[in-house]
């Protein structure tokens, strides 16, 4: 699906772009839309999340599923992983998952360029089998 194709790069790239600009102090009373918002960070780590995982169970049809599919599809499931339980997180007791992005959160700003080279060379060149 072509569809997905795109909302995997357009996450990746949104993702990428939080990840690099995250700062600590995130207030929590901002009336209008700001990037900075806790929970648009939810709302994009958990479309990031499902994004990536349905791109591992249809990929696209080309010779390049391997590359192709499964690199995008990582980057995506780790940006979930990091915006919903590694920023968006409470003080409670660490799950698996929390304690992985808390580790992850420490490299935020290598994953973030990483997913925004990603989400560029997926758009630019698809169809190329090392991608």
Same mark, same amino acid.
């Given at each position: 699906? $072509?569809?997905?194709?795109?909302?995997?790069?357009?996450?990746?790239?949104? +993702?990428?772009?939080?990840?690099?600009?995250?700062?600590?102090?995130?207030?929590?009373?901002? !009336?209008?839309?700001? @990037?900075?918002? !806790?929970? #648009?960070?939810?709302?994009?780590? @958990?479309?990031?999340?499902?994004?990536? &995982?349905?791109?591992?169970?249809? !990929?696209?049809?080309?010779?390049?599923? /391997?590359?192709?599919?499964? &690199? !995008? +599809? +990582?980057? =995506? /499931?780790?940006?979930? @992983? *990091?915006? *919903? #339980?590694?920023?968006?997180?409470?003080? @409670?007791?660490?799950?698996?998952?929390?304690?992985?992005?808390?580790?992850?959160?420490?490299?935020?700003?290598? $994953? =973030?360029?990483?997913?925004?080279? &990603? +989400? *560029?060379?997926? #758009?630019?060149?698809?169809?190329? #089998?090392?991608?």
């Amino acid at each position: 699906m $072509i569809q997905l194709y795109f909302l995997s790069i357009l996450c990746n790239a949104v +993702a990428g772009y939080v990840l690099f600009t995250y700062t600590d102090d995130i207030t929590r009373e901002k !009336p209008k839309f700001s @990037i900075n918002n !806790p929970t #648009f960070y939810l709302v994009l780590g @958990i479309i990031s999340g499902v994004t990536g &995982i349905l791109k591992l169970l249809s !990929p696209l049809e080309s010779r390049a599923i /391997i590359f192709g599919d499964l &690199i !995008p +599809a +990582a980057g =995506g /499931i780790i940006a979930g @992983i *990091i915006l *919903i #339980f590694g920023i968006y997180r409470q003080d @409670i007791s660490k799950t698996g998952l929390e304690k992985l992005a808390a580790n992850l959160l420490v490299l935020r700003k290598s $994953i =973030g360029i990483g997913l925004i080279i &990603i +989400a *560029i060379v997926h #758009f630019m060149f698809g169809e190329l #089998f090392f991608l």
